[in-house]
Each structure stands twice: as C-alpha cells, then as structure tokens.
T-cell receptor, first 109, second 113 residues
Framework: TQLLEQSPQFLSIQEGENLTVYCNSS?????LQWYRQEPGEGPVLLVT?????EVKKLKRLTFQFGDARKDSSLHITAAQPGDTGLYLC?????????FGAGTQVVVTP | DAGVIQSPRHEVTEMGQEVTLRCKPI?????LFWYRQTMMRGLELLIY????????DSGMPEDRFSAKMPNASFSTLKIQPSEPRDSAVYFC???????????FGDGTRLSIL
C-alpha cells in the first residue's frame, strides 16, 4: 500500500520561475523528511519537519508541514539549473517508513 | 568523515546466481536501512535494522531475499537465486536515531541477465 502520494511526477520550468511539490497521505506522520537525489548518487536530506504547521526555510526552499501532519509541500523560489534533481518525501508513521514516488524537477537556463 | 560504504558499485550476473550486496554504515549509527530503487516502483524500503536487530522486513519481496547484520559495522543483502526482475539500484542508509537524517551510500547497480 502506498502511504504517500507525491505530485507532480515531473516538472520542467525555466530558470527564475517558482515551483511547488506536494506530498500527501491519509495517515498522520510522526515526522517527514525531504530529500534530493542526483543521478548516480543516493538521496541527500534537505529538511526534517516534525511539528504540525511547521515552516522551514533553506535559502530559496520553503518547506511546510500541514497542521494535521498528513501533508507537506516544498516550494522553490526563483529556481536555478542547480535545483534540477529528483525530490523525494519520506515519512515516518510511527515506525512505518516510506518514500514518495518522487518529483523529477528540470530547470532550464 | 567516511560515509556509508556500499560494495560492489556495479554487479552484472546471470540469473540463478547468488548475489551478495554489502554495506558499512557510519560509525555510531544505530539504524540501518536497505532500499531498492527502480523506475517503475521508485525507492522501496526492503528492511531496516535497529541496534543490529531486524525491526521490519515486510518490504522484502520474497524468500529469495535475505538480510543480515552480524555487527554494528556491517550488513549484507543476499539474493538467491537471482532473477532479471531483481535488477535495480540497491541503497543502504544509516542514521543515528529517529528524526535524524538517513545517510545514503552511493548504491549498488545490479543487473541480472
């Protein structure tokens, strides 16, 4: 069973545009993490969110955790070609772990 | 700092052969995860260990797959016999504790002919 629904599957945008990736579930998470993966490498952690309603910023990236702790979003402002990669959400639902299917983001100059 | 070390990086073998993938987690990390990544199914959790004990192996696809962690610094994932549908990138990850980041190795790209 798919714990997490991640959308969209693919995003292609121009440099300077904004984008948002979503991660949703019907289950409540104890914590959620966002990772970015580049070809030939393992995923690398971007952020961990734990508290409902939490907002974290990492330079041009903004992460939100829903009040009910069932959903999260990743927003990138003024995307750059270096933001290209596979963005993955990972959720811990009290000992049950799962990655979302991933969103492939391509930012063209 | 040494990260998670996986070996081999690439393996190509014929179906029916036994395959053993190896992982050395980061020293001091208490949890170890094995994942499989394919285009069709994304990143799937196969099994995870806490303090060398398997906690959840519900993601292990079938009896052909087995994983061991004989000590805190080493784990293996074995497939016997291997089949073409096992072709994927297998990742190992470790972390200190819950809510802490998982640190991934570079993966083993496995091709079963």
């Amino acid at each position: 069973t798919q714990l997490l629904e991640q959308s969209p599957q693919f995003l292609s945008i121009q440099e300077g545009e904004n984008l948002t990736v979503y991660c949703n579930s019907s289950s409540v998470f104890s914590s959620l993490q966002w990772y970015r993966q580049e070809p030939g490498e393992g995923p690398v952690l971007l952020v961990t969110v734990v508290t409902g309603g939490e907002v974290k910023k990492l330079k041009r990236l903004t992460f939100q955790f829903g009040d009910a702790r069932k959903d999260s979003s990743l927003h990138i402002t003024a995307a750059q070609p270096g933001d290209t990669g596979l963005y993955l959400c990972w959720a811990d639902s009290w000992g049950k772990f799962q990655f979302g299917a991933g969103t492939q983001v391509v930012v063209t100059p | 700092d040494a990260g998670v070390i996986q070996s081999p990086r690439h393996e190509v073998t014929e179906m029916g052969q036994e395959v053993t993938l190896r992982c050395k987690p980061i020293s001091g990390h208490n949890s170890l995860f094995w994942y499989r990544q394919t285009m069709m199914r994304g990143l799937e959790l196969l099994i995870y260990f806490n303090n060398n004990v398997p906690i959840d192996d519900s993601g292990m696809p079938e009896d052909r797959f087995s994983a061991k962690m004989p000590n805190a610094s080493f784990s293996t994932l074995k497939i016997q016999p291997s089949e073409p549908r096992d072709s994927a990138v297998y990742f190992c990850a470790s972390r200190i504790d819950s809510n802490q980041p998982q640190h991934f190795g570079d993966g083993t790209r496995l091709s079963i002919l």
